[in-house]
Nanobody, 125 residues
């Protein structure tokens, strides 16, 4: 069973930076698709950034150029570096994993089987 634990959330002023971490355990040794999603109050969970099992990265338009997803296989940890944060980035951020995905599923939360508990990011304007 894959388990994911996020950390690194907090409060920051607009324009600032944060790095989220997602520590994974229970892997069988193969790489998974890893994704970062976020959910603001009253809104649906939305994809932010994903990394394929082969290491290709994808970003949604609102964060493109500001966020970077990366993976340290030795530590079984996925990161989300967030720069130039905006008020509208305020949300609960979740790490997710999927053993396999089609390209078109990469930002769809329903296709990820494993989820962390989330970490709150609050950006003040």
């Amino acid at each position: 069973q894959v388990q994911l634990v996020e950390s690194g959330g907090g409060s920051v002023q607009a324009g600032g930076s944060l790095t989220l971490s997602c520590a994974a355990s229970g892997y069988t040794g193969r790489n998974y698709w890893m994704g970062w999603f976020r959910q603001a109050p009253g809104k649906e969970r939305e994809g932010v950034a994903t990394m394929s099992d082969g290491g290709t990265t994808y970003y949604t338009d609102p964060v493109k150029g500001r966020f970077t997803i990366s993976r340290d296989n030795a530590k079984n940890t996925v990161y989300l570096q967030m720069n130039s944060l905006k008020f509208e980035d305020t949300a609960m951020y979740y790490c997710a994993a999927a053993s396999s995905l089609y390209f078109w599923q990469r930002f769809l939360a329903g296709f990820y089987a494993y989820w962390g508990q989330g970490t709150q990011v609050t950006v003040s304007s």
